[in-house]
T-cell receptor, first 110, second 117 residues
């Protein structure tokens, strides 16, 4: 049972938009920045979004992040087959004094 | 080019010990917090431990407290994870990652630890 809650899977057609939610508590998402990571099959995770909504250099603006209260959302527009991957949210938890990840969401581009 | 290269993985018996290393290049290693993140086979990511740039602040997930020790040698641009009293549930790919506040912008390729008799 992960501290942060994500849907196990989402799917959408190529070219469409999808959102992935990440739900937490005041001790984690509510008071800390959220990051999002993409993990393609067989590879190391890759930072997509940090500080709730910032994109590292090289990440296309098809990827966006937002946060409201104790929830965060990753949005992906113009879906491509290459976006098929597992997506994870992560942040710090002040009560645990530890980092926490969501359980991950598998994106299928139909 | 930034590179993080983990080593030290392998097969170990329950109760055994292992030391992982993460060699950094292409970055000013001493100015960054570093982290260990693991992924059990077919499972999600789990944050394990982090260490600040000068080793002042160190944190662990509850399941490894008292068994794992994170350390770093800034002169050698290296991060370490000493793992003792290993359990079957510690079986995972272990990644080192650079950054603070979950801004993990560079990751190694991972090293597999298998704890089995």
């Amino acid at each position: 049972q992960s501290v942060l809650t994500q849907p196990p899977s989402v799917s959408a057609a190529p070219g469409q938009k999808v959102t992935i939610s990440c739900s937490g508590r005041s001790s984690n998402i509510g008071n800390n920045y959220v990051s999002w990571f993409q993990q393609l099959p067989g590879t190391a995770p890759k930072l997509l979004i940090y500080d709730n909504n910032k994109r590292p250099s090289g990440i296309p603006d098809r990827f966006s992040g937002s946060k409201s209260g104790t929830s965060a959302t990753l949005g992906i527009t113009g879906l491509q087959t290459g976006d098929e991957a597992d997506y994870y949210c992560g942040t710090w938890d002040n009560s645990l004094s530890a980092g926490v990840f969501g359980g991950g969401t598998k994106l299928t581009v139909l | 080019e930034v590179q993080l290269v983990e080593s030290g993985g392998g097969l170990v018996k329950p109760g055994g010990s292992l030391r992982l290393s993460c060699a950094a290049s292409g970055i000013t290693f001493s100015t960054y917090s570093m982290n260990w993140v693991r992924q059990a086979p077919g499972k999600g990511l789990e944050w394990v431990s982090s260490i600040s740039s000068s080793s002042t602040y160190i944190y662990y997930t509850d399941s490894v407290k008292g068994r794992f020790t994170i350390s770093r040698d800034n002169a050698r641009n290296s991060l370490y994870l000493q793992m003792n009293s290993l359990r079957a549930e510690d079986t995972a790919v272990y990644y080192c990652a650079r950054g603070a506040d979950f801004e993990f912008d560079y990751w190694g390729q991972g090293t597999l630890i298998t704890v089995s008799s």
